[in-house]
């Protein structure tokens, strides 16, 4: 079963449908006895990450997240599900997970902001799993203001390009 974590403020039913499509066994939760009994988690992320985080810490989500990642389980962070992984976030100065090193910074002046639109994505690697069954000249649609800024590069799978380019 996959988890799709619950913190209140998130698209959890549109990655609900998509991985029910496909044919995976999903469940919605905001609980950390069902994140610690995935096979995987998905965090979906639509809103400020202070309040994101605030949510989590409440319900525990916190703990079970770093556990499910430290037992090596597959985990998908998605927009603002992947910029709480980071260590800090740079609106409203918050804490982040800390699960890699790096912050999660304002997309600099200069493009419109939001980022708002169909753009590639660019994998760094070979073989990587994620882009198996994905066409290298796909394109993947963004709404975000915010970027995600790892202090070691070894672990970016891809990258796209918006004034520069981010993960």
Known sequence: MIA??????????SIEKALERVGAKVRVTDDPQVVAEAHAVVLPGV???GSAMARMME????DAIRGATQQGK???????GMQLLAQHHEEGEV???GLFSGEVRRIPH?????????N????????????????S???FYFVHSYYVEPYDQHGVAAVTDYGSPFC
Request: aromatic share 10%; proline share 9%.
């Open 74 to 80: 597959p985990f998908l962070g998605i927009c603002l």
């Open 120 to 135: 590639q994505v660019r994998p760094l690697h070979d073989n990587l799993p994620i882009f198996a069954d994905i066409s």
């Open 59 to 62: 319900r525990g989500l916190d």
């Open 95 to 97: 804490a982040g997970l």
């Open 47 to 49: 809103g400020a990450g």
């Open 4 to 13: 799709i974590i619950d913190y209140g403020a998130a698209n959890i039913h």
């Open 110 to 118: 200069g493009p419109k902001i939001p980022h708002m639109g169909w």
């Open 137 to 139: 000249d796909a394109y």
